[in-house]
């Protein structure tokens, strides 16, 4: 009978134990770029070409769910917790796209058919890099280049936005969307330049 009922206490100290752990383990919380992102709302007269903007490319190391931030001390931590609704291309892309297309009125048509033969500005994006530090600041250098579909010449050019963000990985996201918006604008105003004909620069 003794046995039986240290067998039940030990069972009982287990469950706790496993309740306990449970109980202290903190949720996650997911983000996302485009989710809540302000974009400009689309010119009232359509632009009369479509923007195409495939996968954009990231640094592998941050090519994962997991935030991944740098410390004052030029350490680099994966959030375990602290996690992106998609992967980091995908948000940084679809982002990028919101903004875009609704800078210059204009609707982004990658894999999708066109059949009215109006001009195609094919938007080409390699981030070098996607750096997240709380309290300090949220920064994206990325190379784009736009290019005519059907055409050879290509516009090349390169933007920085480093925005200064509070604590707290909600302030975080959201300076990196305020540097998402800045480089849209960069190259929305460069496509308006080749569509316009005129000598588009960066």
């Given at each position: ?28 919380h ?23 903007l495939p ?22 931590d ?47 994006t ?34 920085v936005?480093n ?40």
């Amino acid at each position: 009978m003794m046995q039986h009922k240290t067998v039940q206490a030990m069972l009982a100290m287990a469950a706790a134990l496993l309740l306990a752990g449970c109980a202290a383990t903190p949720p996650e919380h997911f983000y996302s770029l485009s989710n809540g992102m302000g974009v400009p709302v689309p010119a009232a007269a359509p632009a009369g070409y479509y923007i195409e903007l495939p996968a954009v490319a990231v640094p592998q190391q941050v090519a994962r769910y997991q935030m991944v931030v740098s410390t004052e001390a030029g350490r680099i931590d994966l959030l375990e917790h602290e996690r992106w609704s998609a992967m980091p291309a995908s948000e940084i892309g679809q982002a990028l796209s919101l903004a875009i297309t609704g800078e210059l009125g204009t609707v982004d048509v990658f894999r999708t058919p066109t059949t009215d033969g109006a001009p195609v500005y094919r938007i080409s994006t390699n981030v070098q890099r996607f750096e997240s530090a709380p309290g300090r600041y949220a920064l994206i250098d990325a190379v784009w280049s736009v290019r005519l579909v059907g055409s050879s010449k290509v516009l090349t050019c390169r933007s920085v936005a480093n925005e200064p963000v509070s604590g707290g990985y909600d302030a975080l996201v959201a300076g990196h969307r305020r540097a998402v918006t800045r480089i849209a604008a960069d190259i929305s105003k460069a496509v308006r330049g080749l569509a316009s004909g005129s000598n588009a620069g960066c």
